[in-house]
């Protein structure tokens, strides 16, 4: 199955400082989604972006599916953006080429914004 | 407000019982999933339905069975024959299930063998 690697492990920043997320993946993808989990578990849906690029307030994302990356910015980055990052892609080659919406999930980001 | 709700937020099993986790939607939305995950670790598909009356098994299907019988609901039991049960449990909808639109998750069930 398709292969989702995310990086770096782990960040740490102080309170108004820029970062980038990466997201590499193995294969050619129908849906790419960014995701934040807060402290008590639930996913929050950042960003729907299989390609191109989106922006949201301090978020921005960028996904080049042709080279099989996304990229996920947070720009003047507060104590609230603390939390793991996940990207999660959908693979038309799932289940012998009938894609179901299966997420496969990276093994995330932990962001950690001390103030 | 429309959205996925799961309950419980905490539950707590011992060792030989069965227990089920409720997922219920109000987005009017085709396709409902159960992931797993475990600490540290990104989610694995546990099951999928992609209509009324229908499911699948995904990567992790062992020890858990599910059913779909309104389209609003999807409830998991996770049985004695699961091995590890202990993790965090969300259930996930998209809009359609043939077609590939942006997933929606829940609060979360944690779950706990005592």
């Known amino acids: 199955g398709i292969q989702v690697e995310q990086s770096p492990p782990d960040l740490i920043l102080q309170e108004g400082a820029n970062s980038t997320l990466r997201c590499n993946f193995s294969d050619s993808v129908n849906n790419l989604q960014w995701f934040h989990q807060n402290p008590w578990g639930q996913l929050i849906n950042l960003f729907y972006?299989?390609?191109g690029t989106k922006q949201n307030g301090r978020l921005s994302a960028t996904t080049v599916a042709t080279e099989r990356y996304s990229l996920l910015y947070i720009s003047s980055s507060q104590t609230t953006d603390s939390g793991v990052y996940f990207c999660a892609v959908v693979s038309p080659r799932d289940a012998g080429g009938t894609s179901y919406g299966k997420l496969t999930f990276g093994q995330g980001t932990i962001l950690t914004v001390h103030p | 407000d429309g959205g996925i709700t799961q309950s419980p937020k905490y539950l707590f099993r011992k060792e030989g019982q069965n227990v089920t986790l409720s997922c219920e939607q109000n987005?009017?939305?085709?396709?409902m999933y159960w992931y797993r995950q475990d600490p540290g670790q990104g989610l694995r598909l546990i099951y999928y339905?992609?209509?009324?009356?229908?499911?699948q098994k995904g990567d992790i299907a062992e020890g858990y069975s599910v059913s779909r019988e309104k389209k609003e609901s999807f409830p998991l039991t996770v049985t004695s024959a699961q091995k590890n049960p202990t993790a965090f449990y969300l259930c996930a909808s998209t809009r359609f299930g043939g077609a590939i639109t942006e997933a929606f998750f829940g609060q979360g069930t944690r779950l706990t063998v005592v």
């Open positions: 339905s992609q209509i009324v009356n229908d499911f």
């Open positions: 987005l009017n939305h085709d396709a």
């Open positions: 972006i299989p390609s």
